[in-house]
C-alpha cells in the first residue's frame, strides 16, 4: 500500500492550501487516516485525522483553520488549510491506520487494525 500526497507548495500568511492523499496499490481496509507534520529541527507532530466514523481531531495550534475530509470509498483524504501562518511551515506526512482485508476481500473489524502507513511527505512552506 502506499499513500501518495500532493499540493504542498509555497503561500503567504493568511493564504490556503489543500493537501491530498490518496492511497494505492494493495486491496486495504482504512479505520483512520490523517495527517502529521515536521519542522526542521522539530519533532514530527500530529496535526489532524478523521476517523472511519467520520469524526475528527485537530491539534490546538490549527483548530479553526484546517478542515479535514475523506472519501472511504477512495480511501482519499484531504487537508484544507486556512489562514496559513509562518509556524504552519514543515513537511506534511499522509498516514493511515489499517491493515489487508480478509481472504475472501472483507475488512471486518480486526482487518482495520495494525499497520501504519505513511506518505514520503510534501513541503510545504508559508512566507511571512
Known amino acids: 500500500v502506499q499513500l501518495v500526497e500532493s499540493g504542498g507548495g509555497l503561500v503567504e500568511t493568511e493564504g490556503s492550501l489543500r493537501l491530498a492523499c490518496a492511497a494505492s496499490?494493495?486491496?486495504?481496509?482504512?479505520?483512520?487516516m490523517g495527517w502529521y507534520r515536521q519542522a526542521p529541527e522539530k519533532e514530527r507532530e500530529l496535526v489532524a485525522f478523521?476517523?472511519?466514523?467520520?469524526?475528527?481531531y485537530f491539534a490546538d495550534s490549527v483548530k479553526g483553520r484546517f478542515i479535514i475530509s475523506r472519501d472511504k470509498g477512495e480511501n482519499t483524504v484531504a487537508l484544507q488549510m486556512n489562514r496559513l501562518k509562518p509556524e504552519d511551515t514543515a513537511v506534511y506526512y499522509c498516514?493511515?491506520?489499517?491493515?489487508?482485508?480478509?481472504?475472501?476481500?472483507?475488512?471486518?473489524?480486526?482487518?482495520?487494525?495494525?499497520?501504519?502507513?505513511w506518505g514520503n511527505g510534501t513541503l510545504v512552506t508559508v512566507a511571512s
Open positions: 496499490g494493495d486491496p486495504v481496509c482504512l479505520s483512520s
Open positions: 498516514n493511515a491506520v489499517g491493515n489487508r482485508p480478509s481472504v475472501t476481500g472483507v475488512c471486518g473489524i480486526e482487518n482495520y487494525y495494525g499497520m501504519d502507513y
Open positions: 478523521i476517523r472511519r466514523s467520520g469524526s475528527t
